[in-house]
């Protein structure tokens, strides 16, 4: 079946770095966008970021396109999110999820369990 | 582009109906998802293209709306929707999600 497990959360000093994984099973990796969305602690959805089946194209949310690479690594069906100069409003569950396209409409069909980064000076 | 939803909570009881709004600073034409994320757990795909409902999900949900106004109806609320709910624009990049709201029973 498909799934989509992130990991590399935890806690991190503010002004570092980390590197979010996931891992994808249960289709073919090359054919499908992947998105990173993230949640603080009893807030809404943030959209953060795509990058392509191919590779090609990435997108970011305004607010966070100077800190976040994007990533993916097709031999590992792994999709990357690293993000630099971490503060404490980065403290967050990051979730990894596969765009699919039906028609001219794309939408987050499948999602992970999420991954909890704890910003902590 | 923007996505206001309202309200951003709502108590209902169980048999009624419930209706969420959600609204685009600009036109979207049909280009809006809406997801039901329980507690504690990933948000779920419910809703596609505004109105399609997504493989799975009960015909009690229901999408409407195109261009900047969006609703989602749950005809009869059942003790398991209890949850939060949350509409995303898939028209342009950076996506966006509205704010959500949490549906109590």
């Known amino acids: 079946q498909v799934q989509l497990v992130e990991s590399g959360g935890g806690v991190v000093q503010t002004g570092n770095s980390l590197r979010l994984s996931c891992v994808v099973s249960?289709?073919?990796?090359?054919?499908?966008?992947f998105h990173w969305v993230r949640q603080a602690p009893g807030k809404g959805l943030e959209w953060l970021t795509v990058?392509?089946?191919?590779?090609?194209?990435?997108y970011f949310a305004e607010s966070m396109k100077d800190r976040l690479i994007v990533s993916r690594d097709d031999s590992k069906s792994t999709v990357f999110l690293q993000m630099n100069r971490l503060t404490d409003v980065d403290s967050a569950v990051y979730y990894c999820?596969?765009?699919?396209?039906?028609?001219?409409?794309?939408?987050?069909?499948?999602w992970g369990q999420g991954t909890l980064v704890n910003v902590s000076s | 582009i923007q996505l206001t939803q309202s309200p951003s909570s709502l108590s209902a009881s169980v048999g009624d109906r419930v209706t969420i709004t959600c609204r685009a600073s600009?036109?979207?034409?049909?280009?809006l998802a809406w997801y039901q994320q329980k507690p504690g757990k990933a948000p779920e795909l419910l809703i596609y293209a505004a109105s399609t409902l997504h493989s799975g999900v009960p015909s009690r949900f229901s999408g409407s709306g195109s261009g900047t106004v969006f609703t989602l109806t749950i005809s009869s609320l059942q003790p398991e929707d209890l949850a939060s709910y949350h509409c995303q624009q898939v028209d342009t990049y950076p996506w966006t999600f509205g704010h959500g709201t949490r549906v109590e029973i």
């Open positions: 990058i392509s089946f191919d590779g090609r194209n990435e």
């Open positions: 600009q036109g979207i034409t049909n280009k």
């Open positions: 249960g289709f073919t990796f090359g054919h499908f966008n």
């Open positions: 999820a596969r765009s699919r396209c039906i028609g001219r409409s794309c939408q987050l069909d499948s």
